[in-house]
């Protein structure tokens, strides 16, 4: 690792200065031309966007290198980088969806709003690129609040609507209580060990003699990465918001900020939290109790989601629940000890991406067209809007895990991976996963059935096409490419993964 001084620093804290640096140009086109075009707007958010992706790729470190910048406040190494990547394309991918949205910024009042709010999906993707890279425990908090407290103001940008500021209000409540608890337990692991950093954290922790305070204290952080990846019991929040925000605004946030919260979360527990921290510990849990803690956790999560989203009828609430469910999912890749486990979670949330983002872009071009965001606004799709629905029809496989898909491969992957570790409670968590894979056929098959057999409640012989904007349509049918591709041969994706698989 090859620690730089803050003046070259700089140079490798280059793509958050590009998007920083956007921030600035779309605040300054708003100042001097208010109510500035949004498609102004987005092209300025999308340049800076592809800005970062290039500086990312002219500045990352050599083969498995990595540097410290600013005094080890922050990590540049090709483990971030990757997730950095995946939030320059959730931003990109947003940005696109917003430009056509009714519901992201306001037709009525002329776009006054459209710089204002590519202003904070843009810093929200700077708040998540520091938060890949933080090994500071006050940088991480920092990070993580800077991403909740912009995501409150996306929530409820639809100023005039009811639900969109309930939405935000229950959002604040809920992250002001997860932020409590998790500085609470940053408190304690800094009485503990008497540093901020992560890897000075884990070289205490191994002398340290009071395991209960220490097992509270990552208990308690935990709550806060918990609140941001919606998992069971902090998950309260995520279907009135994902209901009530703007459609492209809750596609942003089931993808983004929760591939940030995994990609922190996962970085705490390699450097700070270590196994061997507990080797002989008389914790709470036993003498290693991660694997145990975050094994109910994820099958709590899963289990929930999917049991709930089977009766619900709003489809950003069905896939509000089937975010949830996906979170459990994708914590189990954090329950095996080898790389194996990492790899496949960082495979899985590469994928999540494209079969989110599509899933939420086929439901904003629908409600684009005034039909609404329930089942009913989905009948006879198949034969209204072809293409779009075909594309839908692909996320929704994926989504379930079924081939030739590349939702087949994230979880054949993190299946095989516990299975590979061996042992009764990591295969019955398996078996778990296997059967809350197949729970969700039936909520994913509601949404088929109403494009290609109707719904029971729609009028009958409403078959009028619907006419879905060309670069809605274009954009959701690029989400859906990489899914059919990966499918069908994803070693690539899964070797890049494993090759950025290296920590500062």
């Not at 790729?57 to 050599?62: Q, S």
């Not at 709010?117 to 933080?134: H, K, N, P, R």
């Not at 208990?219 to 990846?229: E, Q, S």
Request: glycine content about 10%; proline content about 4%.
């Amino acid at each position: 690792m090859n620690a730089l001084s803050n003046i070259d620093s700089l140079r490798s804290f280059a793509p958050e200065l590009v998007l920083g640096a956007g921030v600035i140009a779309l605040l300054v086109v708003d100042l001097v031309q208010r109510g500035s075009s949004r498609m102004v707007a987005g092209g300025i958010a999308t340049a800076a966007s592809i800005g970062a992706a290039l500086a990312l790729v002219a500045t990352a470190p050599g083969a498995g290198g990595a540097e410290g910048l600013f005094g080890g406040l922050i990590a540049r190494d090709p483990y971030g980088d990757f997730w950095k990547m995946l939030f320059v394309v959730a931003t990109v991918v947003v940005g696109v969806m917003a430009t056509r949205a009714r519901d992201a910024v306001d037709y009525d009042q002329n776009d006054r709003d459209a710089a204002e709010f590519y202003a904070l999906t843009l810093t929200v993707c700077l708040g998540m690129f520091v938060m890949a890279s933080a090994t500071d425990l006050l940088l991480a908090y920092l990070s993580l609040e800077t991403v909740s407290i912009l995501s409150f103001a996306l929530a409820g940008f639809k100023h005039r609507d009811r639900k969109s500021s309930e939405a935000a209000l229950k959002y604040a409540i809920y992250g002001g209580v997860a932020s409590g608890c998790m500085l609470y337990g940053l408190s304690l692991l800094y009485g503990l060990t008497g540093t901020t950093s992560l890897a000075g954290i884990a070289a205490a922790e191994l002398t340290a003699h009071n395991p209960m305070t220490l097992t509270i204290g990552v208990a308690l952080t935990l709550a806060g990465f918990g609140y941001k990846i919606a998992v069971v019991p902090f998950h309260q929040w995520c279907p009135d918001v994902y209901e009530g925000a703007p459609t492209p605004v809750t596609a942003f946030l089931s993808v983004g900020p929760k591939a940030a919260g995994f990609a922190l979360l996962a970085r705490f527990f390699v450097a700070a939290v270590p196994d061997e921290v507990f080797a002989d510990a008389d914790s709470l849990f036993g003498s290693h109790p991660w694997p145990m803690l975050l094994g109910a956790v994820a099958v709590m999560t899963m289990t929930y989601g999917n049991l709930v989203a089977l009766v619900q009828t709003n489809v950003k609430r069905l896939l509000a629940y089937s975010s949830i469910a996906h979170a459990g999912y994708v914590m189990m890749g954090m329950l095996v000890t080898g790389d194996d486990g990492m790899t496949a979670m960082m495979f899985y949330l590469a994928v999540y991406l494209f079969m989110n983002l599509g899933a939420f872009g086929v439901v904003c071009a629908v409600a684009e067209r005034g039909l609404g965001e329930d089942l009913r606004a989905f009948h006879r799709l198949g034969y209204r809007a072809p293409l779009v629905a075909a594309c839908m029809a692909v996320f929704l496989v994926s989504l379930t895990g079924l081939p030739p898909t590349a939702g087949f491969a994230g979880k054949f992957l993190l299946f095989a991976a516990l299975i590979r570790e061996g042992g009764a409670l990591l295969w019955a968590i398996a078996l778990i996963g296997v059967l809350n894979s197949a729970i969700s056929l039936f909520y994913y098959a509601k949404i088929l059935k109403a494009m290609y057999f109707g719904y029971e409640g729609a009028p009958a012989g409403d078959d009028s096409p619907v006419a879905i904007h060309r670069p809605h349509t274009a954009l959701i049918v690029a989400m859906t490419v990489p899914l059919i591709l990966l499918g069908v041969y994803w070693s690539p994706l899964l070797d890049l993964a494993a090759a950025h698989l290296s920590f500062w």
